[in-house]
């Protein structure tokens, strides 16, 4: 395929493509074919993967044949798209015999047949290169392994194309008449190294390649990759040096997309400055396309070839970077987090991205009171030009994880700090807009605004798509969907937290929002063993398995309210004071919700008595926080606490909070600006239409009626019932 860089992701060609892909199968089915997987480029796949996410009704067949090693290169490939993986076992004795006999003919000894057989195991490529030793007569010499077989091929080639093989080796299974021409001489020899290159695809050692990554390049390849091993094996290690090193001047020069490529080759040919330049750019690539994992990795790697300076500096910062979106790795890298800070410069991006490091380190340990010393040393930092993004990133997490201890009122310096630095021009900008907008929503949302967060959800969106950054997009999708959820579209909602192109592990603090949110809806909706799957997932492998508490709070929160729905009371009760346990710790905002379970699941056990005792505890604690509501929806707490006053008989106290409520209801629906979604919050999301039934039943057009008495028939609660 042609040559494809971060800049091709856009939203605008992934909607073209997918406009594409989605009008040729609306006429008929479509099968797309792909060989040599293991060589294509990520962006084909991110593609094609989106196009399998949001087409997955429609008649659309991805066949890809490719080596084992494809999973090394791409890992998790298609993950949840239906994939079906075909694994080639090894031809059986018989078809090689049939194989072996058919093309040496009837005649031939039936010892040598036995002998390329058994040294083939079942291999078709080695079958294939046995068969064609033998039928060059070398039969009586065969050598006892495939490799030694094409070592001896390649060394009864002439001098000529031994070079060319070898040179083409360096750059790996795929090269360029032009590639090979740098390392053999220059663009003098272009000539003669094509004419060379010809001979070897017609003795059938290389394969010509229909398209190639560099306009005006011809490309080839190794027939196979032990062609390829064999050739290289024969480099000195004086020549492997000195041609990764000019491999890599070749390929920079064309403009090569790939920087970990690069940055390989050059390690290779022992230019350490341009490995770890390169390494740094694979890094920062692989945090805006959304890979944690792969920017700690990479940027160790940079760190290994122990360039001092400034560049050592960069690469400590991409590495503490990746502890905001994988707070899993953040207590291996308070090390270099503590160094990172000490030298350099304080509002520079390492800088930043050292302090964003100590934050997640102390997010996870549960230190509050290290969290506001690092938020007040943002807040005062000066930020250096090259620094926006890096703060912006840094601000945003600082934000959220004081929103989600509980200490709010601290991050309104931070928000006027992220929304200062957001209003120059460009992508830094950009990305700092994204950034604020996200912030803004929750805000909204706390302050009971459900459309107010959609619109910033929304905005967030656009500025993550203007500079081509994936995972502030797609975490602006999920802000979205939660505002589907939270307004009564849980279809909408739904489709979208299923279609995301990232995995869970990589959204930092905001990394439970989709598992939890699809297990309540998917509960709510009576699809219990699939909601139960998501918060499994949550609580064991996302929390427990990362050593994180907060997403195993979550997980094993969202676990007793699906276990509560099910009728499993007991192992609802250990679920719900296991979450209790890990939320009061590190997530405070989260207790009065989980509270709201519990008082549900006390209910729905018949005592009514400790239903109110969680609930008014919950009502408290939401108060003491001066939130109006939060992501997992206050107003299923309100409705538990005032069904909790019925049960006990304080008809009084219950008439009070249900219009309390229903006020809150009506008030919060007013802001919401579009009709269609005004409608849906009050009547779709079920505590919300609960609340709604009963004050009509119970307060009346005046407000007169008294409620039921404890023991006369009421509708069905979704909350008590479940």
């Not at 491999?247 to 970990?260: I, K, T, Y």
């Not at 926006?388 to 509980?406: N, Q, R, V, Y």
């Not at 992501?631 to 009070?656: D, M, P, Q, Y």
């Not at 979604?677 to 609340?691: D, G, I, M, W, Y």
Request: with cysteine; aromatic share 4%.
């Amino acid at each position: 395929s042609a040559r494809l860089d971060a800049q091709l992701m856009a939203d605008q060609v992934r909607a073209a493509f997918l406009d594409f892909v989605g009008a040729a199968c609306e006429k008929t089915p479509v099968l797309v074919l792909l060989e040599d997987l293991h060589w294509g480029d990520r962006t084909t796949v991110q593609l094609l993967d989106a196009a399998l996410r949001s087409l997955r009704e429609r008649p659309l067949f991805v066949l890809a044949l490719a080596r084992p090693e494809v999973q090394e290169v791409f890992p998790n490939l298609w993950e949840e798209r239906r994939l079906h993986e075909i694994k080639l076992v090894e031809l059986n004795r018989r078809a090689g015999e049939r194989l072996t006999r058919h093309v040496l003919g009837e005649r031939a000894d039936a010892e040598v047949i036995e002998r390329v057989v058994r040294l083939s195991e079942g291999n078709a490529f080695y079958l294939e290169e046995l068969i064609r030793w033998t039928a060059e007569g070398k039969g009586a010499d065969m050598p006892e392994t495939v490799v030694a077989m094409v070592e001896s091929r390649i060394g009864a080639l002439d001098e000529g194309a031994r070079r060319l093989l070898r040179a083409a080796s360096v750059f790996g299974e795929v090269f360029w008449v032009g590639s090979v021409a740098a390392l053999m001489g220059g663009e003098a020899r272009q000539r003669g190294v094509a004419q060379g290159l010809a001979t070897l695809v017609a003795r059938e050692i290389l394969v010509r390649r229909p398209e190639s990554r560099f306009p005006g390049e011809e490309e080839l390849s190794f027939r196979h990759a032990l062609l390829r091993e064999g050739a290289y094996a024969m480099l000195t290690e004086g020549d492997r040096t000195l041609g990764h090193r000019l491999a890599g001047e070749w390929l920079e020069a064309r403009g090569e997309g790939d920087p970990r490529a690069l940055a390989e080759h050059f390690e290779k040919g022992g230019d350490g400055p341009a490995a770890g330049r390169h390494y740094l750019r694979a890094a920062q690539q692989a945090s805006w396309g959304g890979d944690g994992l792969e920017q700690a990795a990479l940027a160790r790697r940079g760190l290994a070839l122990q360039e001092p300076g400034e560049l050592r500096v960069q690469l400590l910062g991409a590495l503490c970077e990746a502890a905001v979106w994988r707070p899993d790795l953040a207590t291996s890298m308070q090390p270099e987090a503590e160094e990172l800070v000490q030298v350099a410069p304080r509002g520079s991006a390492p800088w930043v991205q050292g302090v964003a490091a100590k934050l997640s380190g102390a997010a996870v340990a549960g230190k509050t009171d290290g969290l506001l010393d690092l938020a007040a040393e943002l807040e005062q930092a000066d930020v250096r030009p090259d620094a926006i993004c890096p703060m912006a990133i840094t601000l945003g997490f600082a934000i959220h994880t004081l929103e989600l201890s509980g200490r709010s009122p601290a991050r309104e310096a931070l928000l006027a700090k992220l929304e200062a630095i957001s209003r120059p021009t460009g992508d830094q900008s950009a990305i700092a807009s994204c950034l604020f907008h996200l912030n803004m929503a929750v805000c909204e949302l706390q302050d009971g605004n459900p459309g107010g967060m959609l619109e910033h959800e929304r905005k967030a969106r656009e500025f993550a798509r203007q500079c081509g950054h994936l995972r502030a997009e797609t975490l602006a999708i999920i802000g979205i969907a939660v505002c589907m959820w939270c307004l009564g579209a849980p279809s909408e909602a739904k489709r979208m937290l299923q279609a995301l192109p990232m995995s869970d592990f990589e959204f930092g603090p905001a990394s439970s929002y989709r598992p939890f949110v699809l297990a309540w809806l998917l509960a709510e909706r009576g699809a219990l063993a699939e909601a139960r799957s998501h918060a499994d997932h949550l609580a064991s492998t996302l929390g427990h398995a990362c050593g994180l508490p907060i997403d195993e709070g979550r997980g094993r929160w969202v676990l007793a309210e699906v276990l509560r729905r099910a009728g499993e009371h007991a192992s609802a009760d250990r679920e719900i004071e296991a979450a209790l346990a890990l939320l009061g710790g590190t997530t405070p905002v989260d207790v009065p919700g989980a509270l709201a379970t519990k008082a549900a699941l006390k209910l729905a056990q018949g005592k009514p008595d400790e239903a109110l005792a969680a609930a008014e505890e919950g009502m408290s604690r939401q108060a003491a926080m001066k939130m109006h509501d939060h992501f997992f929806r206050s107003s299923f707490l309100r409705l538990v606490h005032i069904e909790s006053l019925l049960a006990n008989g304080r008809h009084a106290e219950a008439r009070a909070a249900l219009a309390n409520a229903r006020d809150r209801l009506l008030a919060t629906a007013a802001k919401i600006i579009e009709a269609a979604h005004q409608k849906s919050f009050l009547e779709n999301v079920p505590e919300n239409r609960r609340t709604l039934d009963l004050a009509r039943e119970w307060l009346g057009e005046g407000g007169e009626a008294e409620p039921r008495s404890q023991g006369a028939p009421a509708p069905a609660s979704p909350t008590a019932a479940g």
